[in-house]
């Protein structure tokens, strides 16, 4: 799993999003099912223009619901991949604002799924998540591709 996240990310080959966002549609389902909108955890812009693509809206786009970007990273932070655990939570900390749709008089969804390629100490969603709630979600639920685990010692 670990060389296919890689070849998303990285090498940018897009096309594995369809497969890999299939089978997270499925074993994700519990998740997914009376969700109202999927929610994938941003890039900050100069990463994304970097990249050329968010590989979790690309994952997030096969999962069969309404993908909304409700959420905007506003502070360009360290790769995560580079720090250790205990600095992870306060890398993400205040980097993530709500930002409805663009003239949307819609109301905030009740149930939304976060979504992101990688969950390693589960920081980045925990952010993400915080600031849904402050904008009034209800629930927040998460679904990633893969989840690292520590190896026993």
């Known amino acids: 799993m670990k060389e296919i996240i890689h070849a998303l990310k990285y090498e940018r080959r897009r096309s594995i999003a369809a497969p890999l966002g299939a089978l997270m549609r ?3 389902a519990r998740l997914l099912k009376d ?4 929610v994938p955890v941003p890039l900050h812009p100069r ?7 968010n ?9 069969g ?9 506003i502070v360009h932070t360290q790769s995560q ?9 306060q890398n993400v900390k205040d980097a993530f604002a709500f930002l ?10 009740g149930v939304v799924v976060l979504v992101d390629d990688v969950s390693t100490t589960g920081s980045t969603l925990d952010a993400c998540a915080r600031v849904l709630k402050r904008a009034g979600v209800k629930e927040v639920r998460a ?4 989840r690292v685990v520590a190896e026993p010692r």
């Not at 590989?55 to 999962?63: F, S, T």
């Not at 991949?81 to 939570?89: A, D, F, G, M, N």
């Not at 409805?100 to 969804?109: D, K, Q, T």
């Not at 679904?143 to 893969?146: K, Q, R, S």
Request: avoid cysteine; hydrophobic fraction near 40%; proline fraction near 13%.
């Open 26 to 28: 499925v074993t994700g």
């Open 35 to 38: 969700a109202d909108v999927v």
């Open 47 to 53: 990463r994304e223009y970097e990249r050329g693509f």
């Open 55 to 63: 590989q979790a809206d690309d994952l997030a786009r096969q999962l």
């Open 65 to 73: 619901l309404p993908v909304v970007p409700l959420l905007k990273r």
């Open 81 to 89: 991949i580079e720090l250790p655990k205990e600095q992870r939570q």
């Open 100 to 109: 409805p749709a663009p003239g949307s008089r819609l109301p905030v969804p």
């Open 143 to 146: 679904l990633t591709a893969a």
